[in-house]
């Protein structure tokens, strides 16, 4: 075989080889094409898909947050508990080892999803809960002077927001009862210099041992 024979061989075979170069890159070509001309007939679908995303990102990120709830009455074990927003009240008393034996169940909404800072009280049998706040969380049943300040237990800036009561005054009745061992009614509070009936009478209703 000459060299001519040879050079029209290879000739045929480069020419070949060409078409199939072509083909392929058209192939691809229209691959790509086809790609991006369906994502921009499908905006709405696109935007969906990343709208679905964002929203089960979200969901997740809630269910997975970390709240603390205070759990009360008669439960096995009272305390603060670590839970997560998804929680129900039913849940939050389980952390707490469950209702005990004297427990009023009728009286707590065990189906409520629970809050941070949340206060769960379960009371005992024959116990009415007065109290429920807005979402219907149950508390402890309150004192009628809860809001009175404790002469045995008040600091002196607390002493200090009774009425005619200054830094000296709240002074002298923590050193009367640090002295007396304690105050067994309201009245000793007249035996503190300083203090008479006038003031007294300003104080009563405002004050509690």
Same mark, same amino acid.
């Given at each position: 075989? $000459? ?19 072509? %083909? ?18 499908? #905006? $709405? ?7 679905? %995303? ?23 074990? #009272? ?22 034996? +004297? ?5 707590? @909404?065990?189906? +409520? ?19 429920? @706040? ?5 508390? +402890?049943? #309150?004192?009628? $002077? ?5 002469? @045995? ?24 009862? +640090? ?26 209703? %405002?004050?509690?041992?």
């Amino acid at each position: 075989m $000459d060299y001519r024979e040879l050079l029209k061989k290879y000739k045929q075979y480069l020419i070949v080889g060409m078409i199939l170069v072509l %083909s392929i890159s058209g192939s691809i070509f229209f691959m790509i094409v086809n790609s991006k001309q369906k994502q921009v007939e499908d #905006p $709405d679908e696109a935007l969906i898909m990343n709208s679905t %995303s964002v929203s089960q990102s979200l969901e997740s990120e809630s269910i997975s947050q970390q709240i603390y709830v205070d759990i009360k009455g008669a439960v096995e074990k #009272p305390g603060m508990y670590e839970g997560r927003a998804n929680m129900r009240v039913w849940d939050a008393v389980m952390l707490a080892g469950g209702v005990n034996e +004297e427990a009023d169940t009728k009286q707590v @909404n065990f189906s +409520e999803r629970i809050t941070d800072q949340m206060v769960i009280y379960v009371p005992k049998v024959g116990e009415e809960l007065q109290v429920e @706040n807005k979402n219907g969380d149950a508390k +402890e049943n #309150p004192s009628k $002077d809860t809001s009175k300040v404790d002469l @045995n237990q008040a600091d002196e800036s607390e002493l200090q927001t009774l009425p005619s009561i200054g830094q000296k005054k709240a002074q002298e009745i923590i050193r009367y009862r +640090e002295e007396k061992g304690g105050f067994k009614t309201i009245d000793e509070l007249k035996n503190i210099s300083g203090f008479g009936e006038k003031t007294f009478e300003k104080l009563k209703e %405002s004050i509690k041992v």
